[in-house]
């Protein structure tokens, strides 16, 4: 338990000169960034808060500081043992006094984590909102005096967000539990709805809002669209983008667990220590795979949905969607896990008409609300929409988040390389009308032919439609290029059909505006010889990336420095084997390296170094220098 200073009582409010002073102390930062300090101020006066800070923004610290400051016991809900995990163990090291109770902890544990509860002698208690709902845990929390209520990852609370957990929704009923203790509920990812049904759904109506900018300009983001619905082609493509970053971390995300297992084999086939991940593993093979790819260098996690929320590895240089979420929430939340270190990191989607047709199906499978599903269906358009747009991807982010005022990145690729467009408004009123005599009978393929005049062996009664070989001057790859943007748009739908998709009109007002005119259709222009691996598809503007993503500080240390940091990092390997715990949580690379560049002498210029803290200088201090005087 943090202790040198006595708590103070609730007639000494804390104020943020101390809020600052033990942000110094604990976590050797030098300031709050953004609205960190705002928001820490307002809790530490007693009231409720909802932010939505940036993945990698700095969440938690907003109400671990208060439920430090603060006389009582700060309660975490969170709604993965991994980030419970993650979160207390980080605290340890820097000298919190922090506890979890959940599935993996032993009834001799729970009974120690009560007694020191009960005691005094916790700064802060992590529990899972299934947790709280079982059991008797509310009565004994009853029994003692709480600083704060903190709910993370609030979006699950919502039916709105993109990863509702039922469990979220009788969080409302702490306010008539704990009346008079401060509630904050954080979140990185809520649009204006999604905060809106937070506030009702915990009872947080009279709390003060902080949206933070949805800013992440270390990350650098691309989509590229899949040539083919193949997954033999896909594979390869992903095998071929996580080679050209050999030897860095990154996240692979997949759409399905047979694509998890099936991606990570053609990875380590390839020389690539990669990691499968998945719910259909036990939980204790899951926390072994999450343990070493936090705990190794260069390991690629190729994972499902169920690897998101909460994995806090700092060195994530690039993500890799070989498969598409299902909004602009998830997309965010997932892309978020790279670059939390603030240095260069990349996303990266693939996409295609067969994604969009699977995300509209999965929705179709759940049990929800028609007005929900409505608004998910929406949510699934907005995203194949920026996917395939032409508009800077952070700044269409950002705008969806409620940043109207979002300029373009100028690193994102529609920033550095713009795609060509032009006015198709008229090829897809002929695509439209060819769709709609149909009948909604036939595939994507089939529809081109039709329009292209190609059509085999083609019937009277279709030869006899206004619409048979309308568009023969567009060559058959525009013509796809076009229904797979009608589709993405929702002005076309397809129906799964047994695995072969049927292509019918979607939405009939908007179809009706394409017809009228009233609605501009602008499509990519596709080069003559489409590379769905370059930024524009066109071949004569390919790039090696191989360099980008990259921490530019470590690729261009001199050898000295570089020899420090390798060796800061063997030691930093070896204490965190010792302890069972991930390395960055120790120190992040971004301290090691300020520390191979400053080479301190002595534990005070140890000290002053950003991420270090009297904790951790007390505890690693003498290590740190030894392993540098070796080098000397």
């Not at 997949?254 to 053609?266: E, K, L, M, N, T």
């Not at 690193?411 to 006015?423: A, K, T, W």
């Not at 800061?568 to 070896?574: G, K, V």
Request: glycine content about 10%; hydrophobic content about 40%; charged content about 25%.
């Amino acid at each position: 338990m943090i202790a040198a200073q006595s708590r103070p009582t609730l007639k000494e409010t804390p104020g943020l000169d101390e809020a600052r002073a033990l942000l110094s102390r604990v976590w050797g930062h030098a300031g709050f960034r953004g609205l960190q300090g705002d928001i820490v101020g307002e809790v530490l006066s007693g009231g409720d808060v909802l932010a939505v800070l940036p993945t990698g923004g700095g969440k938690s610290v907003c109400y671990q500081i208060p439920a430090i400051l603060r006389p009582g016991l700060g309660l975490v809900i969170s709604p993965l043992i991994a980030l419970m995990t993650d979160q207390v163990e980080a605290l340890k090291q820097q000298g919190v006094a922090a506890a979890r109770l959940d599935s993996g902890v032993s009834l001799d544990d729970r009974s120690a984590i009560w007694r020191a509860a009960r005691a005094g002698e916790l700064d802060l208690l992590y529990v899972s909102p299934e947790g709280l709902a079982a059991g008797a845990m509310l009565d004994r929390l009853s029994e003692l005096p709480l600083s704060l209520i903190a709910i993370d990852e609030a979006h699950c609370v919502s039916q709105w967000g993109h990863d509702f957990r039922p469990d979220y929704r009788s969080l409302g009923l702490l306010a008539e539990r704990f009346p008079g203790v401060p509630r904050i509920a954080v979140t990185a990812t809520a649009d204006a709805r999604t905060r809106d049904d937070i506030l009702r759904s915990l009872r947080l109506e009279d709390a003060r809002v902080f949206v933070d900018s949805f800013a992440r300009p270390n990350l650098q983001l691309a989509a590229e669209r899949k040539e083919t619905a193949s997954r033999a082609r896909t594979d390869a493509r992903v095998i071929e983008l996580v080679r050209e970053r050999r030897d860095k971390s990154g996240v692979v995300y997949c759409g399905s667990r047979d694509g998890c297992d099936r991606v990570a084999q053609a990875l380590r086939d390839a020389g690539t220590n990669a990691i499968a991940y998945h719910a259909g593993m036990d939980t204790k093979e899951r926390d072994r795979r999450l343990e070493r790819f936090l705990a190794e260098d260069g390991a690629v996690m190729v994972a499902t949905i169920a690897f998101g929320m909460g994995v806090d590895k700092a060195d994530v240089r690039f993500v890799i969607h070989a498969d598409p979420p299902g909004s602009l929430e998830a997309y965010w939340q997932e892309i978020g896990r790279a670059g939390r270190d603030g240095e260069p990191a990349e996303g990266i989607t693939l996409y295609g008409p067969s994604d969009i047709a699977w995300s509209l199906r999965r929705l179709d499978g759940r049990p929800m609300a028609e007005e929900v599903k409505q608004v998910q269906i929406r949510k699934v358009r907005q995203l194949f929409a920026m996917l395939d747009g032409a508009v800077c991807r952070p700044q269409a982010v950002r705008r969806y988040f409620g940043e109207q005022a979002a300029q373009p990145c100028g690193v994102c690729d529609i920033c550095s390389d713009p795609p060509q467009l032009y006015d198709a408004t008229v090829p897809a009123q002929k695509a439209l009308a060819a769709v709609q005599r149909l009948g909604g009978r036939f595939g994507r393929g089939r529809i081109v032919d039709h329009l292209t005049g190609r059509t085999k062996e083609v019937q009277p009664w279709e030869q006899q439609l206004s619409t048979w070989g309308i568009g023969s001057d567009l060559s058959p790859n525009g013509w796809r290029e076009i229904v797979d943007h009608l589709l993405f748009e929702g002005l076309l739908v397809e129906d799964p059909n047994d695995g072969k998709p049927l292509v019918g009109l979607g939405d009939a007002e908007a179809v009706r505006a394409v017809y009228k005119a009233e609605r501009t259709i602008e499509v990519r222009r596709a080069p003559p010889r489409f590379d769905s691996s370059t930024r524009s598809g066109n071949p004569r503007n390919r790039r090696d990336r191989s360099g980008e993503g990259r921490n530019a500080a470590l690729e261009t240390m001199d050898a000295d420095v570089r020899a420090r940091f390798e060796a800061l990092r063997a030691w930093r390997r070896d204490r965190a084997s010792e302890q069972h715990v991930p390395p960055y949580v120790i120190f992040q690379d971004k301290t090691l390296l300020e520390i191979a560049h400053a080479e301190p002498g002595d534990l005070a210029s140890l000290g002053a170094i950003s991420g270090v803290g009297q904790s951790k200088l007390e505890r690693y201090g003498k290590g740190v220098l030894e392993t540098l005087a070796a080098l000397a």
